[in-house]
């Protein structure tokens, strides 16, 4: 395996990680913050494809795709919220897993009447699809290296947003100790549906950004879902660093298992996960006690 | 023996012997029908083992339901008969074996970290039969000929005969409640109740609580291999799908309708669920759009399960009241301390 492999293997297990991550996040943002494990979560990611695949059909912009699915995504996750997330505050695990699942059945029947059971293909916008001469004999495609980019610079503001703002400070509150930052006059309510419903857009963001290099069909939430949750609990539950290190991580050996191990290169990820469940139960970031 | 219990008795006795006459009363698709929803039903009772009576919320019982059905597939010959007599074994233990590692496992975490964890390894063994070429891959495999059962020789049973493997079906859900049963109620089944009650405590009064949910972890992946194993006989076909995450969770919803804790509650869970989806299925086209709406609602009005229809009806509960398989299981618990 040459030089030039190897740094284009490596570009790809970076976007794939970055996407990873912004869904992942989504997810554990949710749970770290609302307590509610999200079954769904895949779903909305699924979503998100189709509505792009849906909005460049009608537009023909790629641009107002991002914008209108996220737009969409993060209506629907405030409305959800309202309806039935709530019910599910304090709830045991279980009710949260069943009735997160009874939406995927939903979900999935709503897209099937909208838009149907085919696979489609979003093309990139125009100015950037074709590929770039990073060096003299690498070239790549731009728009990998711009949802890598994208990506990156969702990831930074979502820790901006987290560490240095009254918002974040408010969501960190809330995910240390909830009945203190009650009593001390936050009112959860509003913060709730607004962190359920940027859990869901985040979602939904991968779905679109995903879609013109992967096909949109109706199971490609299902193996997202399962991806973030690997994330997560490599990572450390609530904990958006330890997405971030989970996210590339999984996009390392995905895509390095594809080229080494094709057979079995699905499976590593759980190997990977397994070795990290013995070394630390709790996740590399995530606090002992769990 | 107080008159509550008599009464569950005879209701018991009395579901035995429609379940006995069924076959010989109703149309060979009904027989068919409830063996399946029988099957269904044992694989439900056999993972609230885990999470109605251990508290552990698995994600992966479809996998352990799905690798028994593959082990039977891959030890039929092409053109004969397996030996039930010694494929039905090996298929069990290889799920008990498949739960005893991914247990030891995910029994290292807690909480929403296990659910997330055992939904990953269920998805691995998912991905194991999808992708590589072992059985078919996603393509699923046929089991030709149905296994049979013989001795020196000679064929007891016709398992083509589709009221031979309904009472197959029967007899074994009879063997799994028995044992289920004598599980929950035994010093074991009421050490496992107080980890879940109380883990702290448990585990200050001595009891080894990794111990004890690692073998009960392993005996219901066991009991989902028998469900499994009778599954593919039944449908002489196994595919990947029946290892996937929608499997195990739609088993999940069944525990919930059933109730978490009694040992027969999901066996009720199943039929409910089954009868609803074959309603459903004849009657609309997006029928997973109303089998959706309606688990929201049962997980949102029903936190029980079904039991609670009765006081919601008849304003007081006729039978056992809503917690008494808490306080009962609280019970158990001091009784098991003192052991």
Not at chain 2, 40 to 47: I, K, Q, S
Not at chain 2, 56 to 62: E, K, T
Request: net charge positive.
């Amino acid at each position: 395996m040459d030089l030039i492999t190897v740094s284009v293997q490596l570009l790809n297990a970076v976007q794939y990680g970055t996407v990873l991550f912004l869904v992942a996040s989504g997810l554990t943002l949710v749970f770290g913050i609302l307590g509610v494990i999200n079954l769904a979560h895949g779903a909305f990611y699924m979503l998100g494809a189709y509505l792009a695949y849906w909005i460049v059909l009608m537009t023909g912009s790629f641009v107002l795709a991002m914008l209108g699915g996220v737009l969409i995504a993060f209506i629907i996750g405030m409305l959800l919220e309202t309806v039935f997330v709530r019910l599910l505050y304090g709830r045991d695990h279980l009710a949260q897993v069943l009735l997160s699942f009874g939406l995927i059945l939903v979900i999935d029947e709503i897209r099937q009447l909208l838009f149907g059971k085919d696979v489609h293909a979003v093309a990139p916008p125009a100015w950037l699809s074709g590929s770039i001469q990073l060096t003299d004999n690498l070239s790549y495609p731009v728009y990998r290296l711009a949802i890598c980019v994208f990506c990156l610079m969702v990831a930074a503001a979502i820790f901006f947003v987290i560490t240095r703002t009254k918002i974040g400070m408010i969501v960190r509150a809330g995910a240390e100790n909830r009945e203190m930052a009650r009593v001390l006059g936050i009112k959860f309510d509003r913060v709730n549906r607004y962190v359920f419903a940027v859990g869901i857009a985040l979602a939904a963001l991968g779905g679109i950004v995903i879609a013109p290099i992967s096909t949109v069909f109706p199971g490609m939430g299902d193996g997202m879902l399962i991806l973030s949750f690997v994330v997560v609990v490599l990572g450390g539950i609530g904990s958006v660093a330890g997405a971030a290190v989970g996210a590339l991580l999984i996009g390392l050996t995905d895509t390095f298992g594809k080229v080494f191990f094709p057979s079995v290169s699905s499976i590593l990820i759980y190997l990977l996960m397994a070795a990290v469940l013995v070394w630390r139960p709790s996740g590399i970031l995530g606090r002992r006690d769990v | 023996m107080n008159a509550t219990r008599l009464r569950i008795r005879l209701f018991t006795l009395a579901c035995l012997i429609a379940a006995i006459a069924l076959p010989f009363l109703a149309p060979t698709y009904y027989v068919q029908f409830f063996a399946k929803a029988l099957i269904m039903g044992m694989l439900a009772m056999a993972l609230n083992l885990v999470v109605g009576h251990g508290g552990l919320v698995s994600l992966c019982h479809a996998a352990f339901f799905g690798l028994a059905g593959y082990v039977l597939a891959l030890l039929s010959p092409r053109y004969d008969a397996a030996s039930l007599l010694t494929t039905f074994p090996l298929a069990v233990l290889s799920s008990a074996a498949a739960a005893l590692v991914i247990g030891a496992l995910a029994l290292r975490t807690r909480g929403i970290y296990f659910i997330m964890v055992t939904l990953a390894f269920g998805e691995m063994l998912f991905f194991f039969f999808h992708d590589t070429k072992v059985a078919g891959g996603s393509d699923g495999i046929f089991i030709n000929v149905r296994p049979e059962i013989a001795i020196a020789g000679r064929q007891l049973f016709d398992l083509d005969k589709p009221i031979t493997f309904y009472f197959l079906v029967l007899a074994s859900l009879v063997g799994v409640v028995a044992l289920l049963t004598m599980v929950v109620r035994s010093p074991f089944g009421h050490a496992l109740a107080a980890a879940r009650d109380n883990e702290r405590r448990a585990r200050s009064l001595g009891f080894p609580i990794f111990r004890i949910r690692l073998i009960v972890f392993a005996l219901s992946g066991g009991l989902a291999g028998i469900a499994g194993y009778l599954a593919a006989v039944q449908f002489g076909f196994v595919a990947p799908q029946m290892l996937g995450w929608h499997q195990s969770a739609t088993v999940l919803v069944m525990v919930l309708i059933g109730g978490l804790r009694s040992v027969t509650g999901p066996l009720a869970g199943a039929l409910v669920l089954i009868g609803l989806e074959e309603v459903l299925k004849a009657h609309l086209d997006n029928w997973k759009l109303a089998e959706g709406l309606i688990i929201i609602a049962i997980v949102v009005m029903l936190p029980n399960g079904i039991r609670q229809i009765w006081p919601m009806i008849f304003g007081s509960s006729p039978e056992v009241p809503v917690d008494a398989g808490r306080a009962e299981a609280k019970h158990g618990a001091a009784e098991a301390g003192h052991a």
